[in-house]
């Protein structure tokens, strides 16, 4: 559903995060469990991640301001998923903690390798559960240094989560997660379905592609996202 175009382009420069909640458009997203995130552009449409519809999904920022307004949106959309999934958070350093509206469980910093372990029990049991699992890692630039599997689990578990319902949603810094060289990090940057990052094309090292010459530089309030090789700039939604 795209916006009123006499109104849209004036709106696009003042979008808040309290528009994503009371837009229909992102209700009807929502209902079908995609995370809204932002607003294309070009078309003014909304754009979501679909964690139901691919392996994996990766997030990849290139400032703080983005960081924050996608995390928000994270946390809006799986405040309405209650009681409709389970809502799991990998949290390092403890910002979720008493988060109760928005996960049913969080992992912290000492259980990551347990839970790991559990996950991948799951996966290779090849059940697929009755309830979807939403599995939020953010700081996986950071995290992802303390994920230690064989590359047959890190690819099981990038592979085979969504056939047993369990749905991965990799959330880190840009500049990290394409510079580091570990088993981990570099399947999590192999094939990519669907994600952000918020630099230029040409400056990230994820989605394949020619080069763009003379593309605008990402703005504050803006993030790129694509799915396979198409990538469409998104405004997304800041506090003020």
């Not at 990551?112 to 059940?127: D, H, P, V």
Request: aromatic fraction near 10%.
């Amino acid at each position: 559903m795209a916006l009123d175009p006499k109104l849209s382009r004036c709106w696009l420069m003042r979008l808040h995060l309290r528009n994503l909640k009371n837009d229909v458009a992102v209700q009807e997203e929502r209902e079908r469990f995609n995370i809204p995130i932002g607003y294309d552009k070009e078309t003014t449409m909304i754009r979501s991640i679909e964690p139901m519809n691919y392996d994996f999904i990766l997030l990849m920022d290139d400032t703080p301001s983005q960081t924050y307004s996608i995390e928000r949106a994270i946390l809006s959309a799986f405040s309405e998923f209650s009681g409709k999934m389970d809502r799991v958070v990998v949290d390092t350093d403890g910002r979720f903690a008493g988060m109760n509206e928005y996960f049913d469980t969080r992992i912290d910093e000492a259980n990551i390798s347990q839970f790991l372990g559990e996950l991948l029990g799951i996966i290779q049991s090849g059940k697929r559960r009755e309830q979807p699992m939403f599995v939020y890692l953010p700081d996986i630039h950071l995290t992802g240094d303390k994920i230690v599997l064989t590359d047959k689990d890190v690819n099981t578990l990038f592979t085979k989560s969504s056939v047993v319902n369990i749905h991965l949603i990799f959330h880190g810094y840009q500049s990290s997660i394409v510079s580091k060289f570990t088993p981990f990090f570099k399947r999590l940057r192999q094939n990519v379905p669907m994600g952000t990052f918020g630099t230029t094309f040409n400056e990230q090292k994820v989605v394949p592609g020619r080069t763009q010459y003379n593309e605008p530089l990402v703005e504050l309030n803006e993030t790129q996202f694509f799915v396979g090789r198409s990538v469409h700039r998104l405004r997304i939604a800041q506090d003020k």
